[in-house]
């Protein structure tokens, strides 16, 4: 618990006000540049969990999360030596970063790619959208934080969104519903990934430093899900592979990459709202490419996820708001 604390004391600041300095102090320029990489990470995150679910009809889900672990970090090392071979490597000693990385990254993608081998690629995406008021509740519960009736609201909105979505699948199977749950665990764990990211990413002005914390998260991550490559059963086809390799290098590295720089320039928490952008793609690429479809509920779900995570933000703008006319007073 004391770990635990300490972690959220370190970082809460920087991922409801922004990285350096908090998110109100950004430029204008600086603004728009976080905004743009924010929205193309979430462009291609659109086709993470649909690629994965594809995949999974042939492939294990942790088999898939391990090989899109090591092929995004051989993308970002390539690009690194590239265009900075002189660039230093980042310190594993950090803890942040290996708490970050085992139980931001590799319970996220355990959870998220075990999810996806039951429930859609759709239900996944709308599920783990509720992760930014898991931040919200993580600072309640672990540093008693107080938040105001907008805040209670906006959790009960998000909640309501994630229930509408699983409710539908209480009519389909068990294993469907067994699949949502994995994937609200894999909201949870991506709302540590938020919470340490915060951290990592103001720890240095350079995005290709950065990149360089962002790849070894990923080798941390992959470390402990390594085995699962030797102990399964599968077979890797040529298109599997294709397929495999796209989905390391674009929604993992490249859209990863984008969210730390969208995280660098923005507050955290307004990238992690970005992210719920990425729902839209999601279910239309599910709907086109899987033949998905997409049900009332899953629409009012995700106007109410999306919808509570936008009033937990607003809510802490005006508690931003609050404490600067305080300190001017």
């Known amino acids: 618990m004391g770990l635990w604390r300490n972690f959220l004391n370190i970082n809460i600041r920087l991922v409801l006000g922004g990285g350096r300095g908090g998110g109100t102090l950004r430029s204008g320029c600086n603004s728009k540049i976080g905004y743009v990489c924010g ?19 042939e492939l294990p889900g942790l088999v898939i999360a391990v090989i899109r672990l090591y092929v995004a970090v051989i993308g970002i090392y390539i690009f690194l030596k590239v265009f900075d071979p002189d660039l230093q490597t980042v310190k594993i000693r950090n803890p942040l970063l290996v708490f970050t990385a085992i139980f931001g990254m590799a319970l996220n993608f355990l959870f998220f790619h075990l999810g996806l081998e039951y429930t859609t690629a759709s ?134 990459a984008l969210w730390y720089e969208a995280a660098a320039q923005i507050s955290v928490v307004s990238a992690a709202l970005i992210f719920n952008l990425s729902i839209i793609f999601t279910l239309l690429n599910a709907h086109f490419i899987l033949g998905e479809a997409i049900t009332l509920l899953m629409i009012l779900g995700a106007l109410l996820i999306i919808g509570g995570v936008v009033l937990s933000q607003i809510a802490e703008d005006r508690n931003v708001d609050r404490v600067k006319i305080q300190a001017q007073s």
């Not at 929205?39 to 009809?57: E, T």
């Open 123 to 256: 239900n996944a995406m709308l599920i783990e959208s509720s992760a930014p008021i898991f931040v919200l509740i993580f600072t309640v519960i672990f540093l008693k934080t107080k938040i105001n009736t907008l805040n209670v609201f906006a959790i009960f909105m998000a909640f309501a969104g994630v229930l509408l979505v699983v409710i539908g699948d209480l009519d389909i199977n068990k294993k469907q519903m067994f699949g949502d749950i994995l994937e609200m665990l894999a909201a949870i764990t991506w709302a540590v990934f938020i919470i340490g990211s915060s951290r990592l990413v103001s720890l240095s002005l350079f995005p290709k430093k950065r990149m360089a914390y962002l790849m070894t998260v990923f080798i941390i991550a992959a470390v402990p899900l390594t085995p699962v490559l030797f102990v399964m059963d599968y077979h890797i086809s040529m298109l599997s592979l294709l397929y495999l390799v796209i989905l390391g290098l674009l929604p993992t590295a490249l859209a990863y």
């Open 39 to 57: 929205i193309s990470a979430a462009f291609f995150w659109g086709f993470h969990a649909v690629l994965a679910r594809h995949l999974i009809s």
